[in-house]
């Protein structure tokens, strides 16, 4: 077989348990202190003292091991990890955690290693008064002895299952991140109360292997996968090739980096969620395997999509357990798998979808017997024929749609097959608060007590995450949060937290956030609009992203006037990461909504042909180009720099080094080919303001195009034609490097923002 990953024995696979029947009760006090797994521990005749971190793993059958929560703890609390005792209790079959202590002793009982994490989440939320977001934490502001628990607290999730990452998250949250930035967002996903995620690094490395079986060349393959910042489409059987080639070392390295997300997540008894195997093959299968049968799935967006292997062949079923028996080599076993065939489109062919689908469950079945199928609940999947052929009891559907439109009816739509109410509150990584919080909060409640309620989860799908921390925090708490939550007070006590400290200012702001961006309502979108100044130009540009809103979605003056109070915040609480987040966030915000006010102005001038005044708007909007780049480049969130960077880092020659810039700057601008950049109105969906994105494509975008109309003017004729996907193009192509660390004061940044902006427009 090509390649040199090895193979992973599950047996192998299971961490040391330390098991303490025997030993009197008194003496359940193992302590191992922060200790990786497999250190050595202390002996039970000298249990560690209260509050310096210790673990136990009670008796019975289901103890499991607490050090890889003793682990995450340590890197999300780094000074403070020692004052919690992590107690391994998983006497109960659902997902529990009780909290309880004294100051600087605070101990957590949890079911699993991530239900412990959990139970610090809790404690840190509800009783030390501290944040830890995706992204930003005010962890700085807590006092060196942690606070007492008032009165031991415990908590069960309401729901089984608490999905987390869409199927695109890679590609948009940045498909070339390194294992500490997945080891993070693990830690923050348990802190959190997820219990599965969906893990697609390294995905295609089971196809390259398998497939070589099957009369294809490695080169031929290698040329069929994508670059990585594409994978995600090509999982979904939308496309294939584009961003390539990648090269063997790329895939093996992507390999053991998938390999190492699952066994991260195993560790913590959370649930790694595989791709499955439904049929996506390359061209000529059918011709290179005698009785096999594809059906072509015709165009998406502009790329020809992969062919579809019928799965009720016996070629399918050759494959399917190749594929799943790669894997298994790879990323070890798994109760869960996530397909969506003929997802967005496709073409059945002569293929009969009922008979297909359970075709697709035997072979998965025939290689991990029972695991759950996870499928995308989006536009008029999964259909009925699909379900109908399956065992829908052993399926999960990922609700992508459950806060977008009014009127749903999931157990009619669906046969009464089991769902997560879930959330796609960005796309394409959009750089845009708010989100549909009401919404959830009312129908997560409402969707559980029907009467013939088949919701069994929740599902945090947005198409890129780490932008929206008060959206990631309330959508998560829905799943632990025994009563119905109260949006108010949710945002109050939320603000109180988020920068260390009660706050009036804080509050304040975070009120005015609450009754705008995060108080949208259902009906058409589950995104807030996007910015125009990354919009492709145009007088009359009503959103960067062509299935962007194209108008506000909630008063412009909230953000105006919560980034007035942002800057009056205590100073003594603007030192945290979280409080830098959210000024510059709100103030970018401020200046994305700005520019909705500002271009109908630019507009009229010029259709009123008053050149004076369409100059002094247009060197306006040049100024607030340039005052948000430097706003965003003061934060490391928004930098480009560190996106490019982090793709070039996995080239082995500068050759290679230039593909994968070009795989990681082609998705934010043209996206693919022109094809798919024009007739597939992609260009542009990836938008966001970064800096360096703002400085070196947005504004000169903008400037090439004022400085058509201003010739116009001048010369009293039409505007020259501006071919804006070879001008997009060639930027993709470029190789210019941009910091990977922020520069400039935040505070001064976002305070001159506020000074030059209306309070009212």
């Given amino acids: 077989m090509p390649g040199t990953v090895p193979r992973r024995d599950g047996a192998a696979r299971v961490r040391r348990r330390v098991i303490l029947a025997a030993l009197p009760a008194a003496l359940l006090t193992l302590a191992v202190a922060g200790a990786a797994p497999g250190a050595t521990s202390r002996g039970a005749q000298s249990p560690a003292p209260a509050g310096a971190g210790h673990e136990v793993e009670a008796p019975g059958p289901r ?202 997540l195993r560790g913590l008894g959370m649930t790694p969620v595989l791709p499955g195997y439904f049929g996506t093959v390359p061209p000529s299968f059918a011709e290179r395997n005698p009785g096999a049968v594809t059906v072509p799935q015709g165009d998406w967006a502009g790329f020809d999509r992969p062919d579809w292997l019928d799965p009720a062949s016996q070629a399918f079923a050759r494959l399917a357990a190749d594929y799943y028996a790669e894997q298994r080599a790879l990323f070890g076993d798994s109760s869960m798998y996530r397909m969506s065939p003929l997802h967005e489109g496709g073409q059945t062919g002569s293929v009969d979808v009922k008979e297909a689908a359970g075709a697709v469950q035997k072979a998965l079945w025939a290689a991990h017997p029972g695991a759950l199928w996870a499928v995308l609940g989006w536009q008029d999947d999964p259909t009925k024929e699909l379900l109908a052929g399956v065992d829908t009891s052993k399926l999960l559907i990922l609700d992508g749609l459950s806060d977008r439109y009014n009127r749903l009816d999931r157990e009619t739509r669906w046969g009464g097959a089991p769902y997560a109410m879930g959330t796609i509150y960005n796309f394409g990584g959009h750089t845009t608060v708010g989100a549909n919080t009401s919404v959830w909060i009312d129908r997560f409640g409402s969707w559980r007590a029907k009467a013939d309620s088949a919701l069994t989860g929740i599902a945090y799908l947005p198409e890129a995450t780490g932008t929206n921390p008060a959206a990631f925090d309330l959508f998560t708490d829905l799943a632990w949060e025994p009563g119905p939550i109260d949006q108010k007070q949710w945002f109050a006590r939320f603000a109180d937290r988020r920068y260390g400290r009660p706050d009036a200012r804080a509050a304040a702001a975070w009120e005015e956030l609450r009754q705008g961006p995060y108080n949208t309502s259902s009906g058409l979108w589950s995104e807030s609009q996007d910015s125009l100044f990354a919009a492709r130009p145009s007088l009359t540009a009503a959103g960067s992203a062509y299935w962007s809103p194209k108008s506000m979605r909630y008063p412009a003056d909230s953000v105006r006037r919560a980034l007035g109070h942002l800057l009056e915040v205590d100073p003594l609480l603007r030192g945290s990461s979280a409080y830098r987040f959210d000024l510059v966030d709100t103030a970018r915000q401020a200046l994305a909504n700005h520019s909705r006010a500002l271009l109908p102005r630019v507009k009229a001038a010029y259709d009123a042909r008053d050149l004076a005044l369409f100059r002094e708007l247009t060197a306006e909007w040049a100024e607030r180009e340039k005052q948000l780049d430097a706003l965003v480049g003061s934060d490391p969130h928004f930098l480009l720099g560190s996106w490019l960077s982090a793709a070039r880092a996995h080239g082995a020659d500068e050759a290679e080094r230039d593909r994968y810039e070009y795989d990681a700057r082609s998705i934010l601008s043209v996206w693919g080919r022109q094809s798919t950049s024009e007739g597939g109105f992609l260009h542009d969906y990836a938008n966001r303001e970064w800096s360096g994105l703002v400085s070196e494509l947005y504004a000169p975008r903008w400037s090439a195009y004022f400085a058509s109309l201003e010739e116009a003017l001048v010369r009293r004729a039409a505007p020259r034609a501006i071919d804006w996907h070879a001008f997009e193009e060639r930027w993709a192509r470029l190789t210019t490097r941009h910091p990977v660390r922020p520069t400039g004061d935040p505070y001064v940044l976002a305070a001159a923002v506020a000074a030059t902006l209306p309070e009212a427009e």
């Fill in 63 to 264: 103890a499991f091991d607490a050090a890889p929560a003793r682990a995450a703890l340590e890197r999300l609390l780094p000074k403070h990890a020692g004052q919690f005792t992590l107690v391994a209790d998983a006497a109960t079959a659902k997902d529990s955690f009780t909290v309880s202590g004294t100051a600087g002793a605070v101990t957590v009982r949890g079911s699993t290693g991530a239900t412990l994490l959990t139970g610090v989440g809790w404690y840190l939320q509800h009783v030390a008064g501290a944040d830890i977001g995706w992204p930003g934490d005010s962890i700085g502001m807590l006092p060196a002895e942690l606070p007492a628990v008032p009165a031991p607290v415990t908590r069960t999730a309401l729901v089984a299952h608490r999905y987390a990452l869409n199927d695109t998250d890679d590609g948009y949250s940045g498909a070339y991140r390194t294992f500490e930035e997945h080891q993070r967002q693990i830690d923050l996903l348990a802190l959190h109360g997820v219990n599965e995620v969906f893990v697609q690094v390294g995905a295609e490395y089971p196809y390259y292997r398998a497939l070589q079986r099957f009369g294809y060349t490695p080169a031929e393959l290698r040329e069929w996968i994508p670059g990585p910042g594409h994978q995600s489409w090509w999982l979904l059987q939308n496309l294939s090739g584009f961003g390539g080639p990648v090269t063997e070392q790329l895939m093996k390295a992507r390999a053991e980096l998938g390999g190492k997300i699952a066994e991260q």
